[in-house]
């Protein structure tokens, strides 16, 4: 088995997990290609500085599996200082919001350092004395001290490293085109690249993210994912002010989806809403398809003119003085959603175990860096449990809607996109 050629479509969280955790089980002959020119991918949505590393999970399955992959970004001789544990402050409704409620069940039976917040007072005594909050809305919730964020960007340069370090080959700038076939079936023999490159294997993962759809639509079965586009905005502190709020947790706001980060070492508060996005349709099977900077660099990056305000009123609600700034940047970040929001781990079941898909990370499958190709290898090797196993299956179906992703999802106008003036308009 260690001795299959196996060639990973895709340089992100999945693809160069999978990778590490193969080669760390002697397999020996793996390649990850990407079509960036650069790695990490400019436009990858495993690509940023930062990504919220939590437990706060409804699902007890991806709490337990954070709490692993947490004990692994504290290793600080394998991450450096990627992972930053500035504590998440999650919060719900005050008559208790499910997803809270349950979350906070999980992380107090795993033993985590969490403290309940039942009154506003409580929510505001977390942050900095010096640090003007907003009213919350009037909500409460609970504070997580074993979590954090990472940069995610480092992380996966990390991974890189580890992977050419154990002699696994990672190759840019060649874009995948094609899934070759020994014959008519969907029996993989390698790939073929958009300059003529072939490359041969017996075994090909499909860890491409949202491309996954338009890039791949015979391996697609139903209507289980598409690619959708999640808004994202930054705003410039002063050194001085990066002082002030370098101590803040991640805020994490379950029920509307807002959520923002502490600064980076150049002082930019990033913040973003996790809630039903943007498809764009292409082709003739109007596949949504990812629109980044590399595919359009004059626009790329840019949101709808309704986020910019939603993001302005979320972060108004939680550092009033901040919504007062114009927003530097803006970026369309773009994932594999699926309709329950479990991801796809598995053999496509017409290609005789040659063809895995490792996709479909709905927004929360970065923060398992160090972990999920352990998931993704023991599919390949057949050791995932059962139930584990049909939780990620191709061809499961969903008993349940994601209803923060799933649900009203729009079409991107592209006429409605942001303009400069639209980030200068303050609060």
Request: aromatic letters at 8%.
């Amino acid at each position: 088995m260690s001795h299959r050629k196996t060639v990973i479509v895709g340089s992100g969280c999945f693809g160069l997990s999978t990778a590490l955790h193969l080669l760390k089980r002697g397999w020996e002959d793996i390649t990850v290609i990407d079509k960036a020119p650069t790695l990490p991918a400019p436009d990858g949505a495993s690509n940023d500085f930062n990504r919220i590393v939590r437990t706060s999970y409804s699902d007890p399955f991806y709490a337990a599996l954070a709490q692993e992959a947490i004990q692994e970004w504290r290793i600080a001789d394998e991450w450096g200082d990627t992972y930053h544990e500035s504590a998440v402050l999650v919060l719900g409704s005050p008559s208790g919001y499910e997803y809270t409620r349950e979350s906070y069940k999980n992380d107090s039976a795993m033993g985590l350092r969490v403290d309940s917040l039942d009154t506003l007072a409580a929510v505001q005594s977390v942050f900095p004395a010096n640090v003007p909050v907003g009213n919350f809305a009037g909500l409460t919730g609970y504070l997580n001290r074993d979590s954090g964020w990472a940069n995610a960007g480092q992380g996966v340069s990390i991974l890189i490293s580890k992977i050419t370090e154990l002699k696994g080959n990672v190759i840019s700038g060649k874009r995948v085109v094609d899934v070759l076939h020994a014959d008519s079936s969907l029996k993989a023999s390698g790939v073929r690249c958009d300059d003529g490159t072939i490359l041969e294997a017996d075994l090909v993962v499909l860890a491409t993210g949202s491309w996954t759809g338009s890039a791949f639509p015979q391996y697609t079965i139903g209507n289980l994912y598409r690619a959708t586009g999640q808004s994202v905005a930054m705003v410039q502190l002063t050194p001085e002010e990066g002082i002030i709020y370098q101590d803040i947790p991640v805020v994490l706001d379950f029920e509307t989806g807002f959520y923002i980060f502490p600064p980076n070492d150049k002082h930019i508060v990033k913040m973003a809403i996790h809630a039903a996005g943007y498809t764009h349709s292409l082709g003739d099977q109007n596949i949504s398809t990812p629109r980044t900077i590399l595919s359009n660099p004059d626009g790329g990056l840019r949101i709808p003119s309704e986020k910019v305000r939603d993001l302005r009123a979320g972060l108004h609600s939680v550092y009033s003085e901040l919504a007062k700034r114009p927003f530097i940047s803006t970026r369309l970040c773009w994932y594999n959603d699926t309709v329950d929001g479990d991801w796809v781990i598995g053999y496509h079941p017409d290609s005789e175990n040659t063809v895995l898909l490792a996709t479909g990370g709905s927004g929360h499958a970065y923060k398992f860096l160090p972990v999920i190709g352990r998931l993704v290898a023991d599919a390949i090797e057949g050791k995932l449990d059962p139930p584990v196993a049909e939780k990620f299956s191709l061809t499961r179906k969903p008993v349940q809607t994601d209803e923060s992703r799933h649900d009203n999802v729009q079409e991107l106008d592209l006429n409605s996109l942001c303009t400069p003036e639209d980030l200068a308009n303050l609060y």
